[in-house]
């Protein structure tokens, strides 16, 4: 079993739509969680960060960290053809444990006018 | 606010050929860390380094060297060019670990072995 899985896609929705991008991970280790969205031809960029168990909102967009499934969720509200991007998800262990930050293999989603 | 800047944009190499992609940050980060992206398979971290004079590999450091004299700068060195090296190289720097580790990537640079 690989240390982070994240569905490929690619995800299709029209513009306004809801989105859920998901990851499941192994480790029970990683207590960072992140989101990186990454335009073509360009580098990550960092969307979303969060620390253990919750949920953080920041605009149209909402990050939730399930510790007890080892699932971490991306919503995106009315969604624009501006989110059209691949997105990664990222987790750490806590300091001590190392310096690596785990990706996803990403999702690529496109968003239709 | 330039932030983490690579250089050269694009690339073409022979095979057997040599070349070092370049990396600076401007953050005063203490880490630095070079991914190579290949389509499909998500980022796999080639070397990092926690600081100036210390460097460590990474899942797939064959082929490839780094040095980090300065905390602004972290070259990526290919001694001979393999066609298994065509991808697109990301560098990328944190203030450390755990909390820290949010990680800021420069613009990629996309190589070619022929």
């Known amino acids: 079993q690989k240390e982070v899985e994240q569905d490929p896609g690619p995800l299709s929705v029209p513009e306004g739509a809801i989105v859920s991008l998901n990851c499941t991970y192994s480790?029970?280790?990683?207590?960072?969680f992140m989101w990186y969205r990454q335009y073509s031809r360009k580098g990550p960029e960092l969307l979303m960060y969060?620390?253990?168990?919750g949920n953080k909102e920041d605009g149209r967009f909402t990050a939730q960290v399930d510790k007890s499934s080892k699932y971490i969720s991306l919503f995106i509200r009315d969604s624009q053809p501006s989110d059209s991007a691949t997105y990664l998800c990222?987790?750490?262990?806590?300091?001590?444990?190392?310096?690596?930050?785990?990706f996803g293999k990403g999702t690529t989603l496109s968003v239709s006018s | 606010n330039a932030g983490v800047t690579q250089t050269p944009k694009f690339r073409i190499l022979k095979i057997g050929q040599s070349m070092t992609l370049q990396c600076t940050q401007d953050?005063?980060?203490?880490?630095m860390y070079w991914y190579r992206q290949d389509p499909g398979m998500g980022l796999k971290l080639i070397y990092y380094?926690?600081?100036?004079?210390?460097?460590d590999k990474g899942e797939v450091p064959n082929g490839y060297n780094v040095s980090r004299s300065t905390t602004e700068d972290f070259p990526l060195r290919l001694e001979l060019a393999a066609p298994s090296q065509t991808s697109v190289y990301f560098c990328?720097?944190?203030?450390?670990?755990?909390?820290?580790?949010?990680?800021?990537f420069g613009a990629g640079t996309r190589l070619s072995v022929l």
């Open positions: 380094s926690v600081g100036a004079g210390i460097t």
């Open positions: 990328a720097s944190s203030y450390g670990r755990g909390s820290k580790n949010i990680q800021y």
């Open positions: 990222a987790m750490s262990p806590q300091e001590q444990a190392g310096t690596a930050l785990i």
């Open positions: 953050m005063n980060h203490n880490y």
């Open positions: 969060t620390y253990s168990s």
């Open positions: 480790n029970s280790a990683f207590q960072y």
